[in-house]
């Protein structure tokens, strides 16, 4: 089993008080880089102390599962992304989650993606430049959002030959396979207008017969010739193009003008 750093981050909420937090998710109280308190408000009036946290929800990916796969911070009057949802209200007192700016995440289902945010942190007040592996995103309260990206698969299948080096190093390393069903083509082939079955190469075509060695089949395509018509390569073949006359606006006009003077005279007659 991988560490739940690596897991992919499934649900993002902000709650209105620490010991409020859901069940299974993780506390963000803390800056990554110096440990500060990582309020999300904090609008150091003096009365009832308004705060906000975030939270993280880590799950290990399974099928129909969404993940999360990307963040945005963006303006409280700015159009929401396409494909995005809105952290609009604390998940603990249903208030307004953050000030001036809205969190904005994307989720994914785990069966199309092996990608997905793995750690979201914020940075002290005043740093710009996120840690090695992390994507600045933008700020809350004056601290810098970062995410991390991890691949994962899921557990039961092997990965593809096919596969990078690189990428087969890292999937592996998280300990996740990727599910992969087969498709059924059998009620597809049944509504098509042809017959799907390999035809014998030598010797008579035969409708429905099956071979299982490969080289003994045709494929859909495979022997027929293709090639130009012979008329495009003969000296007889006349290929004039035609001349096309430069008109102004006003000849187009007075050559398609058309005044509906017919359709007036009949509406004119309908009592």
């Known amino acids: ?77 700015d159009a929401i992304p396409a494909g995005f949802t809105c952290v609009d209200f604390t998940s603990d007192t249903r208030e307004k989650a953050v000030k001036k700016k809205m969190l904005c995440v994307r989720y994914m289902s785990s069966d199309l993606t092996n990608d997905a945010i793995c750690e979201l942190i914020l940075l002290t007040k005043g740093v710009r430049r996120p840690p090695n592996g992390y994507t600045l995103v933008g700020e809350l309260n004056y601290m810098g959002l970062c995410y991390k990206m991890a691949g994962f698969r899921k557990p039961g299948v092997q990965m593809d030959s096919h596969q990078g080096h690189a990428n087969d190093s890292t999937f592996h390393t998280q300990g996740y396979t990727t599910q992969s069903t087969p498709m059924n083509m059998s009620s597809l082939a049944s509504n098509l207008p042809y017959n799907t079955t390999p035809y014998k190469k030598n010797g008579p075509l035969e409708r429905g017969t099956s071979f299982t060695d490969s080289a003994n089949t045709l494929q859909a395509l495979q022997g027929l010739p293709f090639e130009l018509n012979r008329k495009v390569f003969s000296d007889d073949l006349d290929i004039s193009i035609p001349q096309i006359p430069y008109k102004s606006i006003m000849d187009i006009e007075n050559q398609y003008s058309y005044d509906f003077s017919v359709e007036r005279s009949a509406a004119a007659r309908v009592p």
């Open 1 to 77: 089993d991988m560490a739940d750093v690596d897991r992919p981050i499934t649900q993002v909420a902000i709650v209105s008080d620490q010991s409020r937090c859901p069940p299974g998710f993780t506390l963000i109280d803390r800056t990554y880089d110096r440990r500060d308190d990582a309020d999300l408000w904090r609008d150091g009036l003096f009365g009832r102390k308004v705060v906000r946290y975030l939270c993280v929800e880590k799950m290990p990916p399974s099928p129909g599962r969404d993940v999360l796969v990307d963040v945005a911070v963006i303006g409280e009057r």
